[in-house]
């Protein structure tokens, strides 16, 4: 069967088992959206609810690979990274895609290098930053006329984008040189590279803008960097058996959430005291890779690849609510940022 | 051109010589005396010719001609690396393929500035290397030799060991075919894993080569056998000499009836093995031990050529299977396939790993003071990355590179390299959660009480 690149808005109906039907799927409040890397689709939760509430169809489970997820500063749109199986091979299953949150229709379809996994999108909505981890580079897309505007050198391996709330400062990961490359986006080049953590991971600023968090998978570290200087100002240890991947900072700027894909864990750092002040565990989901805070700053969700589903956690009682199932090997999960509809 | 395929020899030939002016060029540089200048390591490479491809598939050249590859790729990556944060690092390649030759080219190299030396492809040359390194107070990476002496009677304070020892292959061979039931971590399959089943390896016959080395690892194996992985006994255990015959070997294994005959023999008599036992009619399973040119798709090859019925489906251990998809280790090897046009497999691993490891050692540990660099090391100050999920370190008691170990199950011939064989399994299971990697990874090999290492 040839497949194509197709979306479906899927109603899930799951009554009986706890979970209600889907409301009106083109009713775009507070969602979460999970990418699951090997079911080939998108999950989509309620927030306030903590129901399935639908699920994007990116294309055949096992091909097309849904992996780092950024959304729109309006949350109307959200951007996916889509790979396959193959590393060596081309095939129709490689590109980064904008989808219309609303409607479920693909928007937009973009150019980067091979293995899309990672990307951010620029606070004013125009820029798109993907790293190419085979090519050692970074791409700036312009998102209105899909043009690539430049095409950075990084580390060897890059992986993790992040950009700061000001728009100014893009940075990259690169697994294999442990490196963190500070892209000046007004001229689109690589003004400085950070040595941090052993194989770095994701890097995410603060809403603040005044840190960006970088974790350290094998050397199981997270770097804090203060932007304007672009160096690491502290590193905190997390642990060596804890593979920490995914970082989210809560709103006020004044927590970091951190998952550990082998402790199966979130820790819970103070980022005044610059501390792990808590280390949820208990009822957590198996290989939590990526976490996202609700705008509210009240709840943290991780998508955890080997249990396939989200766990919901209270941040205030750093203790673990609920688990939603969500698709095969979820991956990243995204937030919008606002409360409410378009 | 063996593993070459995807790359024209002409392509390969203009790349080495592209290095071979390199390394011209280098010996014009001055030499650096300080980390944050940079860091010049000597690579010992035990060829004949820097540039051309060996052929015998069962000589440790292939394994020393991949080492060699391996070396490069990850020194074009360093010095990329290290040009981002200003600094500098370089890898002088020489041959030398005696011990002789290699003891006098460390000499020239250390003349010359390097303060960190790799190599060793054989017992005799990683021990002269080693040696040398003892007296010139510099650090030896050896790379290619898993001789148990290495890491224990004949110990060196400054020689450390990438290359997996005869204790941790010949430990996860036992715990791989007794288990009988492992777990792989593919991405692409439905669960995340697959469930590899086998009949579990309860009786085992060792068909041994008479030098000293083999019969020290069949003691090994005995040992890993009654006493560290419980299940496996010994139905039948006979020593062997160079050149002759295997028939009264395959008489004795046919009366015994083993679940696995292990080969505890040289390369070459290995490849005489299958082929004898091919036609023999048997149909015990077999292995080997994996000398690391045995790792390699160009020994693969020659086994499925050589015994077609017995060598297809037969499980090998390996430092690295470039077809494991878990911990980006997919991602590397395809890396250096496409650069190089040569699967990544254990001699070009380990090679790659060693590299890389010397360079990020120097700058996370800012020193270049060999005494400051062996601390680190025995401390485990620094810990590296190899593409295999988890953090690997030395132990401090006999210098050896905690690691976990993978399976290679052979496909059958093809022209493609990487469709010759497929990953089936690790070892340890690195993503148990709860337990710290030096713990888990010591599951394989010597322990401090067993070791009889000591530093002079």
Redesign the interface.
């Known amino acids: 069967m040839r497949w194509r690149v197709c979306l479906l808005v899927a109603l899930v109906f799951l009554g009986g088992s706890g979970v209600r039907a889907a409301p009106n799927p083109q009713a775009v409040g507070r969602r979460a959206f999970v990418s699951n ?2 079911g080939g689709d998108i999950t989509i939760i309620d927030t306030q609810s903590d129901q399935i509430v639908g699920r994007l169809v990116v294309g055949p489970p ?1 091909i097309a690979r849904p992996r780092g997820l950024a959304l729109s500063p309006d949350g109307r749109t959200v951007y996916v990274a889509v790979t396959d ?1 193959w ?2 091979r081309k095939s129709e299953w490689e590109f980064y895609m904008a989808v219309d949150v609303a409607s479920g229709r693909i928007i937009g379809k973009y150019p980067c290098g091979s ?1 899309p996994e990672r990307l951010t999108i620029t606070p004013d909505g125009r820029r798109m930053y993907c790293s190419n ?2 090519e ?1 580079n970074v791409t700036a897309v312009d998102l209105r006329t899909n043009r690539i505007l430049a095409t950075i050198p990084t ?3 890059p992986e993790g984008v992040g950009v700061s709330p000001d728009g100014r400062w893009v940075y990259v990961t690169s ?5 963190v ?1 500070v892209v000046d986006t007004r001229t689109n080049e690589a003004t400085k ?1 950070i ?1 941090v953590g ?2 770095p991971r994701v890097v995410v600023f603060a809403p603040d803008g005044k840190r960006a968090y970088v974790s350290a ?4 570290t997270l770097s804090i960097i203060d932007p304007s200087r672009h160096e690491v100002t502290k590193t905190i240890t997390l642990g ?2 804890a593979k920490p991947v995914g970082i989210a900072v809560s709103p006020d700027s004044k927590r970091v959430y951190v998952v550990g894909g ?3 864990c979130v820790f819970v750092v103070d980022a005044q005291a610059d501390r792990v002040i808590a280390q949820v565990k208990e009822r957590m989901g198996r ?1 939590p890779w990526g976490v996202a805070v609700t705008p509210d700053g009240r709840k943290i969700y991780t998508a955890n ?2 249990s396939d589903d989200v766990t919901v956690i209270d941040a205030a009682r750093m203790s673990v609510i609920r688990s939603i199932k969500a698709g ?2 979820a991956h990243s999960i995204q937030i919008r940022p606002q409360g409410d509809g378009n | 051109m063996g593993c070459g395929e995807r790359i024209t020899r002409r392509e390969l030939l203009s790349r080495l010589l592209a290095y071979g002016v390199g390394a011209s060029l280098w010996r014009l540089m001055p030499a650096w005396a300080a980390p944050e200048e940079g860091v010049q390591v000597g690579y010992l490479a035990q060829v004949d010719d820097l540039r051309a491809r060996p052929r015998d598939p069962a000589s440790s050249e292939v394994a020393a001609f991949g080492g060699l590859i391996g070396a490069r790729a990850a020194a074009e990556e360093m010095t990329a690396t290290a040009r981002l944060l200003g600094r500098r690092f370089a890898l002088l390649a020489v041959s030398a393929p005696t011990p002789e030759a290699a003891t006098h080219q460390a000499k020239r190299l250390v003349d010359r500035g390097v303060r960190i030396l790799l190599g060793g492809f054989d017992f005799e040359t990683a021990r002269a290397v080693a040696e040398f390194a003892q007296r010139a107070r510099i650090l030896f990476f050896n790379v290619g030799t898993p001789d148990g002496r290495l890491r224990n009677e004949a110990c060196s304070r400054y020689a450390f060991h990438v290359e997996a020892s005869d204790a941790q292959y010949i430990d996860a061979i036992a715990d791989w075919f007794i288990r009988g039931l492992a777990f792989l971590v593919d991405e692409d399959a439905p669960e995340g894993v697959r469930i590899i089943r086998r009949r579990p390896t309860r009786a085992w016959f060792l068909v041994t080569h008479d030098a000293p080395i083999w019969q020290a690892r069949r003691r090994r194996m005995q040992v890993a056998l009654e006493q560290r992985h419980w299940g496996g006994r010994i139905a039948g255990d006979v020593t062997v000499r160079g050149g002759v015959a295997f028939d009264e070997v395959f008489r004795a294994i046919r009366a015994a009836r083993p679940d696995l005959v292990l080969l505890l023999l040289p390369p070459a008599r290995q490849l005489d093995f299958y082929r004898a036992y091919d036609r023999s009619g048997l149909a015990f399973e077999v292995t080997g031990f994996p000398e690391p040119v045995t790792q390699t798709r160009a020994f693969f090859r020659a086994l499925l050529l050589a015994a077609p019925r017995v060598a297809r489906g037969a499980v090998r251990t390996v430092l690295w299977e470039p077809t494991y998809k878990a911990h980006g280790s997919l991602e590397l090897s395809n890396r250096l396939l496409t650069r190089w046009g040569h699967p990544m497999d254990g001699p070009v691993w380990a090679s790659w790993f060693a590299v890389k490891s010397v360079w990020e050692l120097v700058l996370r540990s800012g020193t270049l003071d060999p005494d400051r660099l062996v601390e680190a090391l025995e401390k485990g100050a620094v810990t590296f990355d190899g593409h295999k999920g988890i953090a690997l370190t030395f132990r401090p008691w006999d210098h050896q590179l905690r690691q976990p170990l993978a399976m290679s199950r052979l496909v059958g011939l093809s022209q493609d390299p990487m469709e010759l064989a497929e990953a089936i399994g690790t070892f340890p299971n690195v993503l148990a959660p709860g337990r710290d990697p030096n713990q888990v990874l010591d599951q394989l090999g010597d322990r401090p009480g067993e070791t009889r290492c000591r530093w002079r």
């Open positions: 890397e090997f096992g199986p590393p060596k293995d981890e085979d050692a580390g060897i391996e697994e294999t040189s442990h490196t490359t590279h040595l052993t194989r998978e094998i050397g199981g060596a058996d082998r402790c199966n290989r690849g080997r095969r090997g």
